[in-house]
C-alpha cells in the first residue's frame, strides 16, 4: 500500500524549491489537499516556523495546504486526518533525534505504510532507508537509534557526489565513505544524484529522475543504475 | 603537561605519508623510541594490521618502532610502558566506538594529560576536541558516545575545505554544517585546513602550518586565524 516520492534533493541549481518534481507532486498528492509537514530536520538551523513556511509557499502553487507538526497540540492530532506527509531536509542526526523524542517514527512508519502519500528531500528522503548511517550530515545531536523507517530493504545516500578527478584534498570521498560503511553493514545503498528519485507504489521500487544513480552493494564493484530500472529485488 | 600535536591530515598531496610534518614528530618523539598506535580508525575499511604497517613504514623513516595496541593481550599492557601515542585517521565514528568498546578512552585521556606525547591525524585529532561532533565521517556503527578526550577546549573539524563558488552542487557546505551544530552546542570550531596542525604543549595551544584556519564561535561571524596564533583563550 506505499505511495511514497523519495528524493535526493528539494531544489536544483536554477530552479526553485520542489519545481523540478512538482508534475511528480501532483499525481502523489492526487487525492490530498491537507499535507502534514515535519520541519525537525531545520536546514542551517533555521526554526520549524519559518521552514514551515517555505513549504507552504511552494505547496500552495500545486493547490495543497501544509500545516507543520509542531502546530498541532499533540501528535496524535497531528496524524488524526492525515491525508498526506512531507518530511523535508536538513539534518539528518537532529531529524532522527526528533522523531524518536516527539515519538513520531512509529506513528510515521504505520501512515507510510498504510498508503498515507509520503514525500521525502534529502534527510528526509534518509530515513525512509533501513538505517540513517548513510546520512552526509554532521552529527551535531544524538539519537536515540540510526535505525529509521525501514519503508525501502536498502539504504539512500542522497546528494551523492561522484569524486573530482582533479581534486588534491585528501578527506575522504563519498565512495570512499561508503565503502567504509559495508566493510561494517550489508544493506546497499543508492547513491542518488540530485535530479533523481525513488518512486514507491505498493511493493514496486523505480529509479525515476535524472541523472543516474550508483549503486553500491557490498563486495560488488559499484556500478550505475538508469530511470525506469526496478529497485525491488535489490537486497 | 600535554604534549601533542593534532593534525589536520595525515598526508598533503604530492607527498608521502606524515611527510609534511615530520620536523614536528621528530621534535614531539625526541625522547620516544616505541611508539603505541591506534589504528582503530580503518581508513577505506582497511584492516588493524595493515594500518599499522603503514604507520611503521612511516615512523621507521624517524627511527621509531611502531606497534599496534591490538598486538597487546591487553590494554593495560599497551598502556603499561607507552612513551608516545599516535592514533590515526579514518572513519571517526568507528574509532571512538572502539575506543570505548576497549576501554581506551579513559586511558587514553590520562596518558595524554600525564604528558605522553602525542599526534593525532584526521579522525585522530577529532578525539582531541570536546565531542566528535563536527566530523566530516559517516555513522557506519552507533557509538555508546559522542564524547571525546576533551585535551583541546573546543572541537576540530579536520579536513577544513572551503565552500566552491561555482559548484551547483545543492547539498551542504562545511560552513553550513557547522552552522548546524552551533545551532545545538556552543563549543567552538577549528577548522583546520589540510596542512594546518595544534601543537599542545602544557597549557599552550597554538596554530601552527599553513593554510590559515577557520574559527567558528556560536553567534560570530567564522573569521581566519594564522600560524602562530594562540587558541587558548578560545572558549
Known amino acids: 500500500m506505499k505511495n511514497c516520492v523519495i528524493a535526493s534533493t528539494s531544489t536544483l541549481h536554477g530552479s526553485t524549491y520542489l519545481e523540478y518534481i512538482e508534475k511528480e507532486l501532483i ?3 492526487k487525492n490530498v489537499n491537507e499535507v502534514l509537514f515535519i520541519p525537525y530536520a531545520r536546514p542551517g538551523g533555521i526554526s520549524l516556523a519559518a521552514y514551515t513556511d517555505l513549504a507552504k509557499k511552494a505547496f500552495a502553487k500545486i493547490g495543497k495546504n501544509i500545516t507543520g507538526i509542531h502546530e498541532y497540540d499533540t501528535i496524535e492530532n497531528a496524524f488524526k486526518k492525515t491525508q498526506g506527509v512531507f518530511t523535508g531536509g536538513g539534518n539528518t542526526f537532529l531529524l532522527v533525534d526528533q522523531l524518536y ?3 513520531v517514527m512509529d506513528v510515521l512508519r504505520t501512515k ?3 498508503g ?3 514525500l521525502g528531500t534529502s534527510a528526509g528522503s534518509n530515513i525512509c532507508g533501513l538505517t540513517m548511517q548513510t546520512t552526509n550530515d ?3 545531536v544524538y539519537p536515540p537509534s540510526f535505525k529509521t523507517l525501514g519503508i525501502l530493504p536498502f539504504n539512500i545516500n542522497p546528494h551523492y557526489l561522484d569524486p573530482d578527478p582533479t581534486s588534491t584534498h585528501k578527506g575522504e570521498t563519498r565512495e570512499t565513505r561508503i565503502k567504509e560503511f559495508h566493510t561494517i553493514n550489508t544493506p546497499p545503498v543508492i547513491g542518488l544524484r ?3 528519485w525513488v518512486r514507491v507504489k505498493d511493493n514496486d521500487i523505480l ?3 535524472k541523472p543516474d544513480a550508483r549503486i553500491f552493494e557490498k563486495n560488488k564493484a559499484p556500478y550505475e543504475m538508469s ?5 525491488s529485488k535489490l537486497y
Open 194 to 196: 540530485e535530479g533523481s
Open 101 to 103: 523524542r516527539n515519538k
Open 27 to 29: 499525481e502523489l498528492y
Open 116 to 118: 498515507t502519500p509520503y
Open 227 to 231: 530511470a525506469g530500472t526496478s529497485l
Open 138 to 140: 554532521m552529527p551535531i
Open 112 to 114: 507510510i505504510e498504510e
Open 207 to 209: 529509479l525515476q529522475g
